[in-house]
Structures are given as C-alpha cells and as structure tokens.
C-alpha cells in the first residue's frame, strides 16, 4: 500500500538551531516526492520536490532535502530556524494524486 | 488571480443541508484536484480532473460527494445531506498536467456542520 509516515508529531527548537523533518515513504513505482508548509487558516506552499536526478534539492526559505531510495526516506532539512518557520509540514507522494503524511508541528522557541 | 481562489472561506451548515465549494484554478491549469484535511490530519485526496473530465473519484467517501468541472476551469464541489463527519477543510489545488508540474494549493474551506 502507498504510504507515507512522518514520525514526529510535533518538534520544537530553538531560534539559529538545525532542523531535521522526518519522513518515509511506501510507494510502488519511483516517487515524486514534495515537502510542503501550512501556516493556521492557509493553504499549502511548496518548499521543494524530487522527480529525479541530484538526491539532494534545495528548496524556497533555505530548505532541503535528500532523497535516500535505500531507506525510503525524503528527510527536510534547513541550518538554522528563524522564528518565521513555525508551521506545519507535510511529506508527499504521488504523481498527480498524492498521498500525505500526517504532518509534522514546528515550534521555535526564541 | 495569479493563484487557486476558493470561496467561500469558511461555511457553516446544520446537519442535512446541503452544500457548495467553488475552486477557481491558476488560468491555464490543466488539472484540478480536491483534499480533503481533517483537524491535525493530513490532507486526503478526494477527487480528480484533467480539463472537463473526472478521471478518479476513488477518494469520494459517499455518494453524497459530487464534483464538477463543466467548461474545465472553475470547479464545484457538492455534499449533499451533510453530516457532522464531513466538518473539514476542503483544499483545491491545480497543477499545468499531472507529470512533473507540482500542484499549487488554494487557500481551502473550512466547512463546520452543526
């Protein structure tokens, strides 16, 4: 079954911290996979995707991403948070329906 | 617009009611797609379409879903006799095919059912 798994329910940091998002997937035929954000009352943003090529894409606001097909992972990474990033975040898979993970809260503390 | 507009933004509806969501893609998109987001879920597709054609509604949860695209542009979605479980934010989202273009999302509707 197609699936996708992010692991951790909520996550705080502090502002100037690393951030890594957790995600895997279980899907049939070679992914597309995407990391999108969700500010409270909006709509989804893309922050980047991976068709093919390069396993490591960089997104919009400083993110990225590697994709590891061994692990089946797509793990969201970004250097350092600022206080804007609080949001929720979505891992995705699919070419043209996707199916999404759960989501992932970031907090930041100051 | 330069993005996916939905209207209304927030509805409120007693049980049995029935109702309409209106998506209006990016101008140009080929395929529109509706989600359906529970409270702390994840978004879960409902229903897809490339131009005027639905080509899968396998995430309709009931025959009381129905959706539209007439003139391949502006979509309705439909939920007739509502219940309390369909309280939700409904999200449209289009994309220029179904390929490599990722799909853009609107802003979505928060349906309440009383």
């Known amino acids: 079954a197609q699936s996708v798994t992010q692991p951790d329910i909520h996550i705080t940091v502090s502002e100037g911290a690393s951030l890594e998002l957790r995600c895997n997937y279980s899907?049939?035929?070679?992914?597309?996979l995407f990391w999108y954000v969700q500010s409270p009352g909006q709509g989804l943003q893309l922050l980047l995707k991976y068709f093919s090529g390069d396993t490591l894409v960089q997104g919009i606001k400083g993110f990225e991403a590697e994709f590891k097909r061994s692990q089946s992972s797509f793990n969201l990474r970004k250097p350092s948070v600022h206080w804007s990033d609080a949001a929720e975040y979505f891992c995705?898979?699919?070419?043209?329906?996707?199916?999404f993970g759960q989501g992932t809260t970031l907090q930041v503390k100051p | 617009g330069a993005g996916v507009s939905q209207s209304p933004r927030y509805k409120v509806a007693k049980r049995g009611q029935d109702v309409a969501l209106r998506c209006d893609p990016i101008?140009?998109?080929?395929?529109l797609f509706w989600y359906q987001q529970a409270l702390g879920q994840g978004p879960e597709f409902l229903t897809y379409f490339q131009n005027e054609a639905q080509l899968d509604k396998s995430g309709l949860p009931s025959d009381r879903f129905f959706a539209e695209r007439p003139e391949g542009s502006v979509s309705t979605l439909k939920i007739q006799r509502t219940q309390q479980e369909d309280s939700a934010v409904y999200l449209c989202?289009?994309?220029?095919?179904?390929?490599?273009?990722?799909?853009?999302f609107g802003d979505g509707t928060r349906l309440s059912i009383l």
């Open positions: 101008s140009g998109h080929v395929s």
């Open positions: 995705a898979v699919g070419t043209g329906k996707l199916i």
């Open positions: 989202a289009s994309s220029l095919d179904t390929g490599h273009q990722p799909q853009h």
């Open positions: 899907y049939g035929a070679t992914p597309y």
